[in-house]
């Protein structure tokens, strides 16, 4: 979108064995009943840029307004807001440039507790010509060999 040239969200991040680490813990941290229910709430976007460069952010709503310097706030995965239609989308991890892969991160829920999951869903890079999935495990591999295990939600 055009609103989102120029935008970077607040969250953005390269992952790195060190940030790998950091969202481990998160992932053991938030294995109770009240920051269960927070955790599964956010949503987080990834893409792979040209360089193979593994991009991260929390998903945000940007502010209402033109301003290229205004920033976002966290969505909550699950739950429509008025300004959904402003959300800061992949395109803005990369300041509009090529991307080799893009999808969405979130700590889920299953019998055994809260455990991160990554899907290739990317409405502006995978929708038109969606990943193989041979394509998406190997994004799965990255981020482990990275120091992130995460398993794949193939939609």
């Keep these: 979108m055009p609103w989102e040239h120029e935008r970077e969200p607040n969250s953005l991040c390269t992952l790195d064995p060190d940030l790998a680490g950091r969202l481990k813990n998160l992932e053991q941290c938030v294995q109770t009943a009240l920051l269960k229910f927070a955790a599964t709430t956010q949503n987080f976007l990834w893409a792979i840029d040209a360089a193979g460069n593994v991009l991260v952010a929390v998903e945000e709503i940007g502010e209402f307004g033109d301003t290229p310097s205004m920033r976002g706030y966290p969505r909550r995965r699950g739950l429509r807001h008025p300004a959904e239609d402003r959300k800061l989308g992949h395109p803005t991890l990369v300041k509009g440039g090529r991307v080799r892969i893009a999808g969405e991160l979130a700590l889920d829920e299953d019998g055994d507790g809260v455990h991160w999951v990554l899907n290739a869903n990317s409405g502006r890079y995978c ?22 295990d995460v398993s794949v939600d193939y939609l």
């Design 127 to 148: 929708k038109q010509k969606p990943p193989q999935k041979a394509q998406v495990d190997a994004v799965a591999r990255l981020f482990s060999e990275i120091g992130l």
